[in-house]
């Protein structure tokens, strides 16, 4: 079936460091590509979308290019801040079930000052 | 808008007993997701709802589990009875049908089941 691979947490950087969260996915078809962010206490927020095979979905600084070839969709951001501090999930819709959103297990990120 | 509703935010029985879940989506929104958040399973999708009628329910665990969505704005998650098994963050989520795919998320009910 359809799913998402991220990789494991935690991840830890200093400020101004550059961030890469691995993502990989098994579909049929082509899925919508997501990056949602949960920060502490909270529900989760879309944070950037991709819709098609290199499609670059952006946002706040972060960049995702939806890449059929390597059925990858790595989220990445030059310079990361304190307040990026978050869990960050990977996730696809897939094309057969529109409706539905498939989660990978989440990444935590801890930026230091 | 206020977003995404859900109470009680923090929920701590003991086994066996009923809990109800509920949640208001954002007004006019159209599809109502409910999910469950835990350190082994990640998130994964309960059941959702297209115009209050149940469309995918494949997600829920057992028979223990019920959902439902009276009006377009207010629906409930019940566990009776419940197992400490079902110790997790429960979120509610909901979209529109023209970008249904853009869910806005609650900010969860963490049940405790002793």
């Known amino acids: 079936g359809d799913s998402v691979t991220q990789m494991e947490g935690p991840v830890t950087l200093s400020e101004e460091a550059f961030l890469t969260i691995n993502c990989t996915y098994t579909?049929?078809?082509?899925?919508?590509l997501f990056w949602y962010v949960q920060y502490p206490g909270e529900g989760l927020q879309l944070l950037l979308k991709?819709?098609?095979?290199?499609d670059k979905g952006s946002n706040k600084g972060f960049e995702a290019t939806y890449r059929k070839e390597t059925t990858s969709f790595h989220l990445e951001k030059g310079s990361v801040q304190v307040s990026d501090s978050a869990v960050y999930f990977c996730?696809?819709?897939?094309?057969?079930?529109?409706?539905?959103?498939?989660f990978g297990s989440g990444t935590r990120l801890s930026i230091r000052p | 808008d206020a977003g995404v509703i859900q109470s009680p935010r923090h929920e701590v029985t003991e086994m066996g007993q009923e809990v109800t879940l509920r949640c208001k989506p954002i007004?006019?929104?159209?599809?109502l997701f409910w999910y469950r958040q835990t350190m082994m399973r990640g998130l994964e999708l309960l059941i959702y709802?297209?115009?209050?009628?149940?469309?995918?329910d494949s997600g829920m665990p057992e028979d223990r589990f019920s959902a439902k969505m009276p009006n377009a704005s207010f629906s409930t998650l019940k566990i009776q009875p419940s197992e400490p098994r079902d110790s997790a963050v429960y979120f509610c989520?909901?979209?529109?049908?023209?970008?249904?795919?853009?869910?806005?998320f609650g900010p969860g009910t963490r049940l405790t089941v002793l």
């Open positions: 996730a696809l819709s897939p094309y057969s079930s529109a409706s539905k959103i498939i």
């Open positions: 579909a049929t078809g082509y899925p919508s």
């Open positions: 007004s006019g929104h159209d599809y």
């Open positions: 709802f297209n115009n209050n009628v149940p469309i995918d």
């Open positions: 991709a819709t098609k095979a290199d």
């Open positions: 989520a909901s979209s529109q049908l023209r970008d249904f795919l853009l869910q806005f």
